[in-house]
T-cell receptor, first 114, second 115 residues
Framework: AQSVAQPEDQVNVAEGNPLTVKCTYSVSGNPYLFWYVQYPNRGLQFLLKYITGDNLVKGSYGFEAEFNKSQTSFHLKKPSALVSDSALYFCAVRDSGAGTALIFGKGTTLSVSS | DAGVIQSPRHEVTEMGQEVTLRCKPISGHDYLFWYRQTMMRGLELLIYFNNNVPIDDSGMPEDRFSAKMPNASFSTLKIQPSEPRDSAVYFC?????????????FGEGSRLTVL
């Protein structure tokens, strides 16, 4: 069975500082990994994905994520946080060989202070 | 395209009443998903369809929940009878193929409050 863990319920950073939101996963086969963002009272929006290839994936709004197979991690990063980045972030995984739906982590609230 | 459209956006009902949530996926998408979001459990997959056929309903909490997709442009999630613990935000999402992308497009959600 596939699963996703986001070990931090909340991450607090100051504007201009780098940010990291952590994600680890478990799948039987090769993983397809995703990050989504949710603003208050809105649906989830796609940020970026890792399917294959370069372990460093770049996405929307200056976010990037690094796939680490040995650590089964896919941490979300941004070099310089903005107050407007404050939102709820979800990591999601799908087993490439299973043809199943995306399974989401519980989410991490990112709070960027000015 | 208008995106995934869900209705109602907000529903307040009393315990025991029937609740019907509606979803219109993006035109041409062949997969449709229903998720439930709560503070305690996060985002849970309830059921998903491929070409209007239910593929996996193992996430449906109990027999009070049912979902249908009578055609490619419409799906419903029904709760009968509703209970206070069903209070949550219900999201519908759609995508074109699960292939190597799997990027889901989400609706704005239906916030259900059962009193």
């Amino acid at each position: 069975a596939q699963s996703v863990a986001q070990p931090e319920d909340q991450v607090n950073v100051a504007e201009g500082n780098p940010l990291t939101v952590k994600c680890t996963y478990s799948v039987s086969g090769n993983p397809y990994l995703f990050w989504y963002v949710q603003y208050p009272n809105r649906g989830l929006q796609f940020l970026l994905k890792y399917i294959t290839g370069d372990n460093l994936v770049k996405g929307s709004y200056g976010f990037e994520a690094e796939f680490n197979k040995s650590q089964t991690s896919f941490h979300l990063k941004k070099p310089s946080a903005l107050v407007s980045d404050s939102a709820l972030y979800f990591c999601a995984v799908r087993d490439s060989g299973a043809g199943t739906a995306l399974i989401f982590g519980k989410g991490t609230t990112l709070s960027v202070s000015s | 395209d208008a995106g995934v459209i869900q209705s109602p956006r907000h529903e307040v009902t009393e315990m025991g009443q029937e609740v019907t949530l509606r979803c219109k996926p993006i035109s041409g998408h062949d997969y449709l998903f229903w998720y439930r979001q709560t503070m305690m459990r996060g985002l849970e997959l309830l059921i998903y369809f491929n070409n209007n056929v239910p593929i996996d309903d193992s996430g449906m909490p109990e027999d009070r929940f049912s979902a249908k997709m009578p055609n490619a442009s419409f799906s419903t999630l029904k709760i009968q009878p509703s209970e206070p613990r069903d209070s949550a935000v219900y999201f519908c999402a759609s995508t074109l193929g699960l292939g190597d992308t799997g990027e889901l497009f989400f609706g704005e959600g239906s916030r259900l409050t059962v009193l």
